[in-house]
């Protein structure tokens, strides 16, 4: 079983392709992975069946949950339940965010 995860290499892989993010684990009881948002790249993701934390690794702009603003810095981690609407935007910064859902990303 892995165990390790380099994680500057997703985000190497996600800058040359054409999505925003990267799961590197998707199991049944947890699912994590890379997003990475150029600035003023848009966050199209909708809301998820599992709970979901997101830890900013850098960057800036804003997280939306529910309608509600919240500025992102780095070291900083969010929670977000489960069907709630949500998404990053307004970054000037290139914004590395790992995230971590407590089940499969599906």
């Known amino acids: ?35 990475r948002l150029a600035p003023g790249e848009d966050d199209t993701q909708e809301p998820h069946e599992s709970d979901e934390v997101y830890y900013v690794v850098k960057g800036d702009g804003f997280l939306s949950v529910d309608k509600k603003d919240y500025p ?18 307004g970054n000037k910064k290139e914004l590395i965010v790992v995230y971590f859902f407590g089940g499969p990303d599906t």
């Open 1 to 35: 079983m892995k165990i390790d995860y380099n994680t500057n290499e997703f985000v190497k892989k996600i800058a040359k392709s054409d999505t925003y993010f990267h799961t590197f684990i998707n199991k049944e009881n947890l699912a994590a992975g890379i997003l």
């Open 72 to 89: 992102v810095s780095e070291g900083v981690a969010y929670y977000v339940g489960k069907k709630i609407p949500h998404r990053f935007y």
